[in-house]
């Protein structure tokens, strides 16, 4: 689907340059002061929202996982996907919230709208809140409990240049800028379709999508295993060949 450099130089400067936009947004407080009390969030964000990922943000994440994963957090992470993928329910959450400890499981490389949510001038977010509200009823304003740490005010401007800088490192790995957005074929999605998509493939994915819309909770389950079936079955056929 996308025409993505394979040249390390190009995919390590982009990760540099993800870097550099990352660290001009100011650092946040009041998430985790205010989950688990009383009158907290509860990780709301988290827990029924997905955010929209550009793919070079994926890859960023991606290489996060493979890093300090195990195969077997690997194997939930696509288990997970395709729940989200195949349930109706329009609130699904992410597929990075760990249930259990109620905070990000790769917090290190979280996506530009991780980072700007509760933040986001009322200007900007409100367009955006709209939309969300039509497609998903259950929305809810942004965090009021989030502001900057050192109380500085982000600007429209300041989220016009990032957003800017972040479609230029899309760019830079070989993605047309005609693909950067959030249509079913664009580059910016959530990450369970991205994670489906780096393991299915463009075929693979058009393929599960006719099971997401016509088939029974039957057969999305006996889909679910075979895919799962199938990555076991890769893994230890790479590990046989790297102990060979």
């Excluded at 990760?15 to 009383?38: F, S």
């Excluded at 960023?60 to 957090?73: F, Q």
């Excluded at 998509?197 to 463009?202: K, R, S, T, V």
Aim: proline share 3%; net charge negative; with cysteine.
């Amino acid at each position: 689907m996308y025409d993505v450099t394979k040249d390390p130089t190009k995919l390590e400067n982009c990760k540099k340059l993800l870097d550099y936009i990352y660290k001009q947004i100011p650092d946040t407080k009041g998430c985790m002061e205010n989950i688990d009390k009383e009158g907290g969030c509860g990780a709301w964000c988290c827990a029924f929202q997905n955010p929209q990922v550009l793919y070079s943000e994926f890859l960023l994440t991606w290489d996060y996982i493979v890093k300090n994963w195990t195969d077997e957090r690997i194997s939930k992470l696509i288990e997970r996907s395709l729940e989200n993928y195949f349930t109706d329910r329009t609130s699904k959450g992410c597929v990075f919230w760990d249930r259990d400890t109620r905070k990000c499981s790769q917090h290190e490389t979280r996506p530009f709208n991780c980072r700007i949510y509760g933040i986001t001038p009322e200007e900007e977010w409100k367009p955006r809140y709209e939309r969300l509200k039509i497609l998903y009823p259950d929305t809810r304003e942004q965090c009021g409990l989030v502001s900057t740490e050192d109380d500085s005010e982000v600007t429209k401007k300041n989220i016009d240049k990032w957003w800017s800088e972040l479609k230029g490192a899309e760019h830079s790995i070989g993605i047309d800028k005609d693909l950067i957005n959030d249509n079913p074929t664009g580059s910016y999605r959530t990450y369970h379709d991205h994670v489906l998509l780096h393991f299915l493939g463009e075929d693979g994915l058009y393929t599960i999508s006719d099971i997401r819309e016509f088939g029974s909770d039957e057969e999305k389950k006996k889909c679910t295993a075979q895919l799962l079936s199938a990555y076991w079955s890769y893994q230890n056929d790479l590990k046989e060949h790297n102990d060979e």
